[in-house]
């Protein structure tokens, strides 16, 4: 796929395999808006990112609210004007025997690591509809393929993020929309 000039949402770009993501895609001609809950490190990764054939910038936002997400949609549409590909990268990961998993952090990972993707994937189809032959990642796990111990529930969201792509890619085939799950 040509990347040049194409809009690209890529949500936890300020480290790790969102930002890996964001630095090949900007080599490749594309305009990116990355997200990330903390502002600083938000801000630092843009900066690290920028030179000046790029088209690079960040929106601050929680993907794990309804206001973030809202907020990660509406920014990355007013910075790019559109949108052609988006990568659902953001994720939240805690170890640990199951019964000594808090539950807040059980529900953090839910939240963030299969309900985000897709209500952002909804909220996003109506600007992948208009850019045409636009493409939606989710960055799954190979713990999503094969249970882990102690890693019970992040095992069960992978999975499920896993199979929410296939079945996405299966309800939009045709469409002008692909999904790939990684």
């Given at each position: 796929m040509d990347l040049t000039g194409r809009r690209v949402l890529i949500t936890g770009g300020s480290s790790g395999i969102g930002l890996a993501s964001a630095k090949a895609m900007l080599a490749k001609g594309a305009r990116v808006?990355?997200?990330?809950?903390?502002?600083?490190?938000?801000?630092?990764?843009?900066?690290?990112?920028?030179?000046?054939?790029?088209?690079?910038?960040?929106?601050?936002?929680?993907?794990?609210?309804?206001?973030?997400?809202?907020?990660?949609?509406?920014?990355?549409?007013?910075?790019?004007?559109?949108?052609?590909i988006l990568v659902n990268n953001a994720g939240v990961v805690r170890a640990g025997r199951?019964?000594?998993?808090?539950?807040?952090?059980?529900?953090?990972m839910v939240e963030v690591d299969l309900l985000a993707p897709i209500l952002l994937t909804r909220a996003a189809l109506p600007a992948l509809r208009q850019g045409g032959n636009?493409?939606?990642?989710?960055?799954?796990?190979?713990?999503?393929?094969?249970?882990?111990?102690?890693?019970?529930?992040?095992?069960?969201?992978k999975a499920g993020l896993a199979h929410f792509g296939e079945a996405l890619r299966r309800e939009l085939l045709g469409e002008g929309i692909h999904v790939l799950t990684a």
């Open positions: 808006v990355i997200t990330g809950r903390r502002a600083d490190a938000l801000a630092e990764a843009v900066d690290d990112l920028a030179r000046p054939d790029c088209d690079i910038s960040g929106v601050a936002a929680d993907v794990g609210t309804s206001e973030g997400r809202m907020t990660t949609i509406e920014g990355a549409l007013a910075k790019l004007g559109g949108l052609d199951l019964e000594q998993v808090a539950e807040s952090d059980i529900r953090t636009s493409l939606i990642v989710h960055v799954s796990s190979g713990i999503g393929l094969i249970g882990t111990p102690f890693y019970t529930t992040y095992s069960a969201v």
